[in-house]
């Protein structure tokens, strides 16, 4: 990775980087479909999040896969991008994204908790990471039934897959580097920070289960 502290000439395309990662994943698809829907401001609407669980809660089950597969596939897009750049710029783009999704500058920095997003990067910047981190997910939400465990488990081992994966080599290319690594665990950091309320609920055993309605 670069010296932030390197010369302008060299670290702007890094900048570069970042803020188009950030601007890509700052792209409110949840407020926007649902808008375009009828449905209003989805912020208004049960826990006020703009992510595709939110959604769902319209009761339009195809907006809700709609905000799903675009809100990963804006953080795999800046991944892509940045990665047609060479690899750091990836991982740049991959935590700009991030950001952006969770902090938009068009709603005041309070956007989405990022899961979605961070498995779409994650896929991108490492099939095999965003593999088994999509694959975790699955299971927990199958044993437990809280889509907001699965979340957690899945984004917080992602950075041990990472880890893992940069030691395995397959054709002479290794399955993830140190640099996936940080970024699964910058990743996670920002995750698990967002789903303060859902860790709180989930303690005190007041998380609603998937398939089961929110009381109230």
């Known amino acids: 990775m670069p010296d932030p ?56 089950k195809a907006l809700a896969l709609a905000t799903l597969i675009l809100d990963s596939g804006k953080g795999a897009a800046a991944v892509l991008i940045g990665g047609l750049f060479g690899p750091d710029m990836a991982v740049l783009a991959g935590g700009g994204a991030m950001l952006g999704h969770i902090f938009p500058v068009w709603l005041r920095f309070k956007g989405g908790k990022g899961v979605a997003t961070a498995l779409g990067t994650l896929l991108a910047i490492s099939p095999a990471v965003g593999a088994l981190a999509c694959l975790t997910w699955l299971a927990v939400a199958f044993l437990f039934r809280y889509s907001s465990l699965a979340a957690l488990v899945a984004i917080a081992l992602a950075p041990f897959y990472a880890w893992g994966l940069a030691r395995q080599s397959v054709g002479g290319s290794y399955l993830a580097t140190p640099q996936v690594a940080e970024l699964a665990l910058f990743i996670a950091l920002l995750v698990i920070v967002r789903h303060h309320s859902n860790i709180r609920r989930l303690l005190k055993g007041e998380e609603p289960k998937i398939g089961r309605k929110k009381a109230g």
């Open 5 to 60: 502290l390197g010369g302008f000439a060299y670290t702007w395309p890094f900048y570069a980087a970042a803020v188009l990662g950030y601007l890509l994943g700052s792209i409110p698809f949840g407020l926007v479909l649902t808008r375009l829907a009828g449905y209003g401001d989805i912020r208004k609407i049960g826990s006020g999040n703009i992510g595709a669980t939110n959604v769902l809660r319209t009761g339009n």
